[in-house]
């Protein structure tokens, strides 16, 4: 059985626009996936107002001015570092969804005319060769 290169062509083509397409957009789907858990974004945002590793002071019982100001003041300190803390991570992780957005945009791109930049290389290579 000879080979044959229209047939092997024909079915490259086939798999390159379906099945490949197919599996490069799970993985695409899976990059997403990874830098969401990574960055834990969804549980960032819902404990975005939380204290800072959930540190705070309660004021004693009994009427103490001084002592409930020092809780509060504590509480409010741990909050705010929270915020800032919980704020730059969920930022790096929107810039690196946005990175993996570029990157796999590009990468469709390419792939979409990779079929017709292998064959122009062969054509140039082989006239470059024959002259």
Partial sequence: MPFDLTQFLMFYIVWHYSRALYDFFGLWENAFRTVIHFFSIPLLLKTLFSPFHRLSET??????????????????????????????????????????????????????FLPVLIGALLITGSAYLFS
């Fill in 59 to 112: 004021p004693p019982r009994g009427f103490h001015p001084g002592d409930f100001i020092a809780a509060l003041t504590v509480t409010l300190i741990m909050r705010i570092v929270g915020i800032i803390l919980r704020s730059t991570l969920i930022i790096a992780g929107v810039l690196t969804l946005l990175v993996v957005t570029l990157v796999g945009a590009v990468c469709f791109v390419g792939w979409l």
